[in-house]
């Protein structure tokens, strides 16, 4: 089949939901995926940082290959011999207390959700029905409805009422806007260490650390979205650590299973986990066997092949040289570990146009909003591969 086929294909037969960029990839190894036709493009989006490990990193695919052979769903009505260990590995490398397994990023969310909502009945004290969380403008936490609910970007929204009530919307980045916003019914507050999907807004320096004081204070959990921050993305293990905090609660994703199988996870520590009893909540296959295997091989490469650190090696580099880019265009470049965008200014027409120009450079990259690119290849990338994104980068600006 040629590569206009399956685009045909797709278009005529599936949902609209989705934009792509109209390549059709076959294969992948490491930061490298080929088309239907054979090219070769260096990946930077690595799946919304779901492969944060590389495609089919190999240990990870024996993990899943081994287990898949020998059991692969229990459901949690029976105990398994991988989700255990599973928590175990988790709780030691997070310093977590607890972990509620899940697959995808918004049922982890919904899952911190409902666990601070009763949290807030069972111990704060919040009259029955009445708990609010406080969220932030312009955030991304996934699209079930009750997360689109307290989104800001009307896209998201529109047309999908009506929503769930609870949630109270202030400015990202605003510590004083947090502490105002705080009721007696307030039971949490939900926020993305760096807001990837709004295109890589990076709060100032000591937010995090204000924000987990005045939770401390005034008596309110503190979740953490670390899906696409977490697991080594930004340089750190998890984002928090860039300001010396820990969440209360913290949602990872992602990266979690190398891109090889959605699985998620709320860490908890015990007074917040240990409000949720027998019944409650669950999921089919949230934390089955299969699952744990491949989560527990990806966050062993993680570490092993100091993936981390490499993110913080090769991110600073990247985001050093492409400040060193001076273009009319570009009005600024901001980033943290592989975490990185290039925002431009409103009038030259839009990121995907450079993001199809990047293409046929061979480099694959996605517009956030009108006028941002992010870059988040996987944390496997060398610094050879890194010059070949920024030479590509100047190659596609315009010359005046
Ligand atoms: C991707 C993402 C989610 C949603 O994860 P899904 O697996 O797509 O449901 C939630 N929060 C953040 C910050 C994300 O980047």
Known sequence: MQQHEYIE???????????????????GEGVWVWDVDGNKYLDCLAAYSAVNQGHCHPKIMQAMVKQAEKLTLTSRAFRNDQLGPFYKELCELTRSHKVLPMNSGAEAVETAIK???????????????????IVCDNNFHGRTI??????????????FGPFTPGFKCIPFGDANAFDAAITENTVA??????????????????????????????????????IQTGLGRTGKLLA???????????IIGKALSGGYYPVSAVLSNTEVMN??????HGSTFGGNPLACAVARTALKVLLEENMVENSSVQGEYFLSELKKISHPDIKEVRGRG???????????????AYCNKLKDEGILAKDTHENIVRFAPPLVIQRDEVDMILSAISKVLPTS
């Open 115 to 133: 666990t601070v909502r009763k949290w807030g009945y069972t111990v704060k004290g919040v009259p029955e029905d009445k708990a609010e969380i």
């Open 275 to 280: 409000v949720l009893q027998p019944g409650e």
């Open 189 to 226: 507050f939900l926020v993305e260490p760096i807001q990837g999907e709004a295109g890589v807004m990076i709060p100032p320096d000591g937010y995090l650390k204000k924000v987990r004081e005045i939770c401390d204070r005034r008596n309110v959990v503190l979740i953490l979205d670390e």
């Open 338 to 352: 592989l975490m990185v965008a290039i925002e431009f200014h409103p009038q030259v027409g839009g990121a995907r």
């Open 146 to 159: 009750s997360i689109v609910s307290f989104s800001t970007d009307e896209n998201a929204r529109a047309g």
């Open 9 to 27: 294909l797709e278009d005529l037969l599936g949902a609209h939901n989705y934009k792509p960029l109209d390549v059709v990839i076959s294969r």
């Open 240 to 250: 928090e650590e860039h300001e010396g905090i820990e969440a209360d609660l913290t």
